[in-house]
């Protein structure tokens, strides 16, 4: 174990001894960068950074479930994972796929994407939306919001 790993261990075991619910997290096995986790007389604040959104949930329906937690505040962000190089394809029967500014069918259509068109993830934002870059249906580069329904991995 080098020097950088016994002070990581130290700080863990010294936020666990203030906070608990730290401890119960770790345990509950959520993979969360630099996570911190804050108990003001039950209200929550779990700060870091993930790869894959779907985790926030979770978080929410675990620290809610523990019994000295009345309101949890998530503020764990979601990392920029276009560095990893991971290909997606646009897998809709006939269609173009709408590239919106947020994680809704209510929100603004930025763009389009042609089927079986190649895109580069960006961010896994939960597991109904992901947040994808290309080249959309005009030759132009687009990035947003796109249902995890009509793409497939490459």
Same mark, same amino acid.
């Given at each position: 174990?080098?020097?950088?790993?016994?002070?990581?261990? /130290?700080?863990?075991? /010294?936020?666990?001894?203030? =906070?608990?619910?730290?401890?119960? %997290?770790?345990?509950?096995?959520?993979?969360?960068?630099?996570?911190?986790?804050?108990?003001?007389?039950? =209200?929550?604040?779990?700060?870091? !950074?993930?790869?894959?959104?779907?985790?926030?949930?979770?978080?929410?329906?675990?620290?809610?479930?523990?019994?000295?937690?009345?309101?949890?505040? =998530?503020?764990?962000?979601?990392?920029?994972? !276009?560095?990893?190089?991971?290909?997606?394809?646009?897998?809709?029967?006939?269609?173009?796929?709408?590239?919106?500014?947020?994680? !809704?069918?209510?929100?603004?259509?930025?763009? /389009?994407?042609? /089927?079986?068109?190649?895109?580069?993830?960006?961010?896994?934002? =939960?597991?109904?939306?992901?947040?994808?870059?290309?080249?959309?249906?005009?030759?132009?580069?687009?990035?947003?919001?796109?249902?995890?329904?009509? %793409?497939? %991995?490459?």
């Amino acid at each position: 174990m080098g020097l950088f790993d016994a002070f990581k261990k /130290k700080v863990e075991e /010294k936020s666990e001894e203030i =906070n608990p619910l730290y401890g119960a %997290m770790q345990n509950a096995g959520f993979n969360i960068h630099n996570m911190q986790v804050q108990n003001n007389g039950g =209200n929550v604040t779990v700060t870091g !950074s993930v790869e894959d959104g779907a985790i926030l949930e979770k978080v929410n329906a675990f620290l809610s479930s523990q019994p000295s937690v009345s309101n949890v505040f =998530n503020n764990i962000e979601v990392a920029d994972i !276009s560095s990893q190089g991971i290909k997606c394809k646009v897998a809709t029967k006939s269609s173009n796929l709408n590239v919106r500014a947020g994680a !809704s069918t209510e929100d603004e259509i930025v763009g /389009k994407f042609a /089927k079986d068109s190649e895109l580069l993830l960006v961010k896994r934002v =939960n597991s109904s939306w992901n947040i994808v870059r290309g080249t959309g249906i005009d030759g132009n580069p687009v990035e947003g919001y796109c249902h995890t329904d009509y %793409m497939e %991995m490459v």
